[in-house]
């Protein structure tokens, strides 16, 4: 009873801190616009956070492996988040919201990636589906997205700490109540970690997929503000999230079952190319509701493209380093690219309009497509001559004998 009490509280965890999340990546840019800052510094302040998720993601993974707890951490950065949170909030000048936002998204950033090995390794304990659990973070979000969107076109975007006090605090409370998992009880030293660094298809694997995720992030961080040149409203671009994450959560939870027929990579191949054709839709939108209609996409490419990287990225890492290398992918997910999409993204946002942002992301994730394609034709060339070698070495003693 106390194992389906933790998993249940695992799913709120979810729930509550992907609701906060919504509300920081769904509003964020438009609370920014509210307080008259411009393109180019609205891209500079969301290009904070992936840089902080740089440092913290990596040192809460190192921590969370050389320390054999997940939870733990989870809770210290759930706390800092909190307080940080008031600070930032608090602030009105540009660069005490740099100086306050590298502190907040330094607890922020690992707490998505420490819920997901969270429940990655419970899943697999209890012989039960990540998907099934990550598919409530998007339900928060999703919800959250539609209701904040409803209340901050009555209220003001500028009331954003109340809605991110309540849900944060929540999160915190879910987290307290989840159990930690077991872990490798093999020591953890630095020169392990090297073993990553140092891991030359898992860095290019890494590499490729930048190209696929800068245009995921560069959407997230400016599609609100997309919806609204088109003439669009806070209340509609609540719906565009909506829409989005409410796609992305059935792909969570039905995506147990792809996962066992084809190889990850295959998926990883297909979302790319999906992402691709998704952006050249949204260059040659001019009506915000088509945008809206058409970010049921979102759930095809992300859900697809996120569940087959983390299942892959666990499956090549070995188990005493898969919380750092988790965040390591996270921070290439969430941070770099955050950071590349931020400013890019922000500059090209002010310079030449949504339509060219969105053109230029097409090609960007086009290219990854075709790196990723033939990374994956690479990888199972090796795979076959490893197999043909092992049944060789198999034949081979089987005449000796």
Known sequence: MLKKRSVGFLRGYQY?????????????????????????????????GPF?????????????????????????????????GLLFFSMDAFMLMIMTGFVLFFFMSPLGALGDSLSQRTAAEKNISFGGIRAWGSIGFATTSLLTGAIFSVIGVERILLPFLFFGFLALLSGFSVSDVKVSNKKLRLKDVRKLTNDLPFLLFLFLILFITVTHRTNDSFIGIYVKSLGGTDS???????????????????????FRRFHELTFITFAGFLYTLRWVLYAFVTDPHWLVFFQVLHGITFGIFYLASVQYVTKVVPKELQATGLLLFISVFFGLSGIIGGLLGGFLMDQAGGHVL??????????????????????????????????????????QR
């Not at 801190?17 to 509300?23: E, G, L, M, P, Y």
């Not at 992305?248 to 079952?257: D, I, M, N, Q, T």
């Not at 960007?364 to 060339?381: E, H, W």
Request: hydrophobic share 55%; charged share 10%.
């Open 358 to 399: 969105y053109g230029v992301m097409s090609v960007t994730a086009f290219a990854g497509s075709l790196g990723i394609t033939a990374y994956g034709v690479v990888r199972k060339k090796k795979r076959e001559r490893a197999a043909a070698a092992v049944g060789q070495k198999s034949l081979s003693a089987g005449g």
């Open 236 to 258: 509609l671009v609540g719906w565009a999230w909506f829409i989005g994450v409410a796609s992305e959560a059935a792909v969570f939870a039905l995506g147990y079952a792809w």
């Open 52 to 84: 902080a998720s740089l440092f913290s993601q990596p040192f809460w993974g190192y921590m969370s492996d050389k320390y054999k707890t997940v939870k733990k951490m989870l809770m210290i950065c759930l706390v800092g988040f909190l307080l940080a």
């Open 16 to 48: 509550f801190f992907h609701s906060t999340n919504a509300i920081m990546i769904g509003f964020l840019p438009i609370y920014f616009k509210s307080q008259g800052l411009s393109g180019a510094e609205i891209g500079a302040l969301l290009a904070v």
